[in-house]
């Protein structure tokens, strides 16, 4: 079955919020994390990654958080805004893993007016 | 440079037809992986290949097919299609290397009538 998934599949957040977008993995031996963002008619994109050798790792307006003891991560977006509208994903993976990355089953995050 | 491309954008066939879809990866990227998404699903990895050789391979019947070109143009092939092969076929390409993002295509919009 899936070893990542998400708590929530759908997110409301008002414009100008935080967002955060929570994960939950189940195998200690991934090492590698990653979040995609997919808008409506294309394709994953990628937005930031981190190795499980860190907890933290900030990008624009985007920080991932990295718990590998209750194998949790998560993605808060600053300060919303309407093109953050999309579906976020969550991917995980460990060095020789036959099947490559794996996916979770995505958020959809709603931004109000 | 050029991101993946991937044709045809959208494609309806009949059951029990075959298809084949065509990925170009980023320049100078020798991995190329297919996933399947579903709204049911989510993403599903197919299989991945890397420079001519199927590396890594999912859970899917063997009438998901692919293949991989000396210029790490990749196809995937679907024989006797059925009602549930409907769904987004996306194309990712990267180095090769492990723990490495991929790069997504808008992907192929499969609907098998």
């Known amino acids: 079955g899936e070893s990542v998934g998400l708590h929530l599949p759908t997110l409301s957040v008002q414009e100008g919020d935080n967002s955060i977008i929570n994960c939950a993995y189940s195998n200690s031996a991934s090492d590698y994390f990653i979040w995609y963002k997919q808008e409506s008619g294309k394709g994953p994109q990628f937005i930031i990654d981190?190795?499980?050798?860190?907890d933290k790792r900030q990008g624009q307006r985007v920080t991932v958080l990295l718990n590998k003891t209750v194998k949790h991560l998560s993605l808060q977006i600053a300060a919303t805004q309407p093109g953050d509208s999309a579906v976020y994903f969550c991917a995980e993976n460990y060095e020789n893993r036959d099947d490559k990355i794996i996916f979770g089953k995505g958020t959809r995050l709603h931004i109000l007016p | 440079k050029a991101g993946v491309t991937q044709t045809p954008r959208y494609l309806i066939k009949t059951r029990g037809q075959q298809v084949t879809l065509s990925c170009s990866p980023i320049s100078g990227h020798r991995s190329v992986s297919w996933y399947q998404q579903t709204p049911g699903q989510g993403l599903q990895f197919l299989f991945e290949y890397f420079s001519e050789t199927q590396r890594n391979k999912g859970n899917f019947p063997g009438r998901f097919s692919g293949r991989q070109f000396s210029n790490s143009r990749s196809e995937m092939n679907v024989s006797t299609l059925e009602l549930g092969d409907s769904a987004l076929y996306l194309c990712a390409s990267s180095t090769g290397q492990d723990n490495e993002k991929l790069f997504f295509g808008s992907g192929t919009q499969l609907s098998v009538l």
């Open positions: 981190i190795r499980s050798n860190m």
